[in-house]
Nanobody, 121 residues
Framework: QVQLVESGGGLVQPGGSLRLSCAAS????????MGWYRQAPGKQREWVAS???????NYVESVKGRFTISRDNAKNMVFLQMNSLKPDDTAVYYC???????????????WGQGTQVTVSS
């Protein structure tokens, strides 16, 4: 059984920084893509950033230049360094992994339980 577990959320003042971590565990063969999504109160979940297992990353326009996604393939972990945080960044952040559990298994999408990030003075 595959699990994704996030950590690192919290309360931070505008302009501050936080680093989110996500660890994937269980029977995993390969994780081609890992990423982060977020959902603010009253809004739909939105994609924030993603990174392939060969290091190609992409970001939603609103976080470019402020957020950096990275991953440790050996540990099946993905990170999100968030700098210059704004109140609009307040949301529950979810880790996402597109992976397969064996060479012959199809790719499936897995989600973490979410971690709250609150940006407020």
């Amino acid at each position: 059984q595959v699990q994704l577990v996030e950590s690192g959320g919290g309360l931070v003042q505008p302009g501050g920084s936080l680093r989110l971590s996500c660890a994937a565990s269980g029977s995993i063969f390969v994780i081609p893509v890992m990423g982060w999504y977020r959902q603010a109160p009253g809004k739909q979940r939105e994609w924030v950033a993603s990174i392939t297992n060969d290091g190609i990353s992409n970001y939603v326009e609103s976080v470019k230049g402020r957020f950096t996604i990275s991953r440790d393939n050996a540990k099946n972990m993905v990170f999100l360094q968030m700098n210059s945080l704004k109140p609009d960044d307040t949301a529950v952040y979810y880790c996402n992994g597109v992976l397969s559990i064996s060479r012959s298994s199809p790719l499936r999408e897995y989600w973490g339980q979410g971690t709250q990030v609150t940006v407020s003075s």
